[in-house]
């Protein structure tokens, strides 16, 4: 693919995100956003977080691997665990990041 096909795309997602996210703010900047849209809202970040993370704790290689052997579900799960008692989230990514380290070291 061309250097300017590729500068075109990239521009062309650019303007997109930056309208969708305009579209947004000047919708509200006049007005109250309901109490079921704050609400709504509130679970985005955590979503997108998932989503991203998700995937790359469950699969290896490619292949989806739920099992004992697979340090980054282990590793995941315990920091899930940190995260819904401290709420935390330095404390959630040490705390994974130190068992994922360690499992990968015993492993």
């Given at each position: 693919?061309a ?12 303007v ?17 956003v309901?109490p ?9 970040p ?8 998700l ?12 099992s ?10 315990l920091?899930l665990?940190?995260?819904?008692r ?6 959630t ?15």
């Amino acid at each position: 693919m061309a250097a300017s096909t590729i500068l075109w795309i990239t521009l062309a997602m650019a303007v997109g995100t930056f309208l969708l996210r305009l579209s947004f703010i000047q919708f509200f900047a006049d007005r109250e956003v309901p109490p079921v849209l704050q609400r709504i809202l509130r679970y985005v970040p955590s979503a997108a977080v998932s989503a991203i993370i998700l995937p790359a704790i469950v699969y290896t290689n490619g292949v989806p691997d739920v099992s004992f052997g697979n340090e980054r579900l282990l590793a995941g799960i315990l920091a899930l665990f940190v995260a819904m008692r401290t709420k935390s989230f330095p404390l959630t990514v040490g705390a994974g990041m130190a068992t994922f380290w360690l499992l990968r070291l015993f492993i």
